[in-house]
């Protein structure tokens, strides 16, 4: 497994932009899937985004396709999120989870997920 924290949440207004990153430390971080879930009050966690580990392969929820982007960098071990377009519906705690595994089967399920982040909360006011 490794540690992985996120940074970069805050609160922004309705149509505003935010980066968020994940830095993982203590695995092999070329050789992991990474993904980015969120978790709104009352609701259950849900897939946004995730990144094979060569970055060739991205994945997205169709509620953020076209204003999210997934991004990595192996060489710092460290995975972003650029969040366009923010709707008050995107407002959640944002996890960054990695996968022991260079292409996801079933990059959208958490249950291939081994390792979580603590989160960080984006808050978009309307």
């Known amino acids: 497994q490794v540690r992985l924290i996120e940074s970069g949440g805050e609160l922004v207004q309705a149509g505003g932009s935010l980066r968020l990153s994940c830095a993982a430390s203590?695995?092999?971080?070329?050789?992991?899937?990474m993904g980015w879930f969120r978790q709104a009050l009352g609701k259950e966690r849900e897939f946004v985004a995730a990144?094979?580990?060569?970055?060739?392969?991205?994945y997205y929820a169709e509620s953020v396709k076209g204003r999210f982007t997934i991004s990595r960098d192996n060489a710092k071990n460290t995975v972003d999120l650029q969040m366009t377009s923010l709707k008050h519906e995107d407002t959640a705690d944002y996890y960054c989870?990695?996968?022991?595994?260079?292409?996801?089967?079933?990059?959208?399920?958490?249950?291939?997920?081994?390792?979580w982040g603590q989160g960080t909360q984006v808050t978009v006011s309307s």
């Open positions: 989870a990695a996968a022991p595994f260079p292409v996801p089967v079933l990059p959208k399920s958490p249950s291939i997920y081994n390792s």
């Open positions: 203590g695995g092999t971080f070329s050789s992991y899937t």
């Open positions: 990144i094979s580990w060569s970055a060739l392969r991205t």
